[in-house]
């Protein structure tokens, strides 16, 4: 009797270890996701989970310091190892940044964590917040504006259209195997949803992409030579596809290293002059940089003509420094474009009369800086730009 208690004795005791030791690791193995506070720091997440800030920075694809209330974190302990091309690397990032709003309600018109985001807006803060420089569109002018792509990798977009019409429904940023971060289609909040829910799969999918293959940004230390070796790319190679006109190379400048043009809508577009493809290229390497007024110097900041100033000037034309005033009154009005010429916008901002001007790409693209996104590539079709369209001018005038 003796031993017989004894025995169940030792089995309840084994139960129970078992149930906190294996209760212990269920919860361990399901604590990888950490819900930000409005105490939380980076630093302070990191000490919790005895982790380094950069590692926990890099798996949420946290572009700064700045943590938002609700924000989900993973926890991942395991080393961070990036790929070798950066727009891959890039596409990650954006896809890691976009599932940290998981949970984040859904407000009609909103692009902020602290207001919410609906689905146009969500895309606008996370591309934006992971400095792809773009306007603030509604899901039908992200599509317009994107590349296609029929090998979609995290961090392009995924849009959803009724099946036998171009009318896009909804949109987000895809993540992978299927899966995208989306606000509030048949949800209240920003969701982790998959394209086979029925809700999804009615319609069709397709993606575009803003983080093209075969870009590069130039790192501080980096060289043409560095670069050169590390995508196995001759310098003369790097130096003709970007228009590079010195071996000089500012830190945050985008590089195309593969053949095929970065946003190709130059490709078949007549040139307006003969230096055309190449101020296009050129300009293109200067996506990101910022909107400074008043100025015309990347690495202080460019107006929208101090950019078109630099980049002319770069590629050995003779313009004079103006607004775009001046060269809106120095330029013939034309009705069709070529690539190369510049195209006229009135009253944006605050001011009055032509304000505002930008290289035509061909396609109805342009490249120009504003304000908020710096250097970017937008289009003529936009709400924004429609309205505001002054007219074409041609460039060939410009030139002394």
């Known amino acids: 009797m003796g ?49 380094s800030e950069e590692q926990l920075m890099k798996t949420n694809g946290l572009p700064d310091g700045k943590l938002y209330a609700g924000q989900k974190l993973r926890i991942i302990n395991t080393a961070y190892t990036p790929t070798n091309y950066q727009w891959a690397e890039r596409g990650k990032q954006i896809a890691n940044y976009a599932r940290t709003f998981t949970g984040f309600k859904k407000t009609a018109g909103e692009e902020t964590p602290k207001k919410g985001f609906d689905s146009s ?7 934006s917040q992971q400095n792809v420089p773009i306007d603030r569109l509604t899901v039908e002018g ?30 987000g940023i895809y993540t992978g195997k299927d899966h995208f971060v989306n606000s509030g289609y048949g949800a209240e909040t920003v969701q982790v949803r998959s394209t086979t829910e029925e809700y999804f799969a009615k319609y069709q999918a397709v993606y575009k992409t803003y983080t093209p293959k075969g870009e590069h940004i130039v790192q501080n230390g980096e060289t043409l030579n560095s670069i050169s070796v590390n995508y196995g790319i001759s310098i003369k190679t790097i130096k003709k596809r970007n228009a590079l006109p010195t071996d000089s190379m500012m830190q945050g400048q985008y590089l195309q290293v593969y053949s095929d043009a970065l946003y190709p809508f130059y490709e078949n577009q007549e040139a307006s002059y003969d230096k055309a493809y190449d101020i296009i290229k050129y300009a293109y390497t200067l996506r990101g940089f910022t909107y400074v007024f008043g100025e015309d110097d990347p690495m202080i900041g460019m107006d929208c003509s101090g950019f078109i100033y630099w980049v002319m000037k770069e590629q ?43 290289i035509y790409l061909g396609d109805g693209r342009f490249i120009n800086t504003t304000e908020k996104a710096g250097v970017h590539i937008s289009n003529l079709e936009s709400d924004y730009f429609a309205e505001k369209f002054e007219s074409f001018g041609q460039v060939e005038n410009l030139m002394n």
Do not use: C
């Open 316 to 358: 050995g034309l003779s313009v004079k420094r103006g607004s775009a005033e001046d060269y809106f009154s120095l330029l013939p009005k034309i009705e069709n474009p070529k690539a190369g010429d510049l195209v006229f916008f009135r009253d944006t901002g605050t001011r009055l009369g032509v304000t505002h001007v930008g």
């Open 121 to 127: 807006g969500l895309i606008h803060w996370v591309l």
């Open 142 to 171: 992200y599509y317009k504006q994107g590349m296609d792509t029929d090998t979609p990798k995290a961090g392009d977009i995924i849009f959803f259209l009724e099946r036998g019409s171009s009318k896009v429904v909804t949109a």
């Open 3 to 51: 031993k017989r208690t004894l025995g169940s004795i030792l089995l309840l005791l084994l139960v129970m270890f078992s149930f906190t030791f294996s209760s212990g690791v269920k919860v361990e193995a399901a604590d990888r996701v950490h819900t930000v506070s409005s105490k939380d720091t980076v630093e302070s997440i990191a000490l919790t989970y005895d982790m």
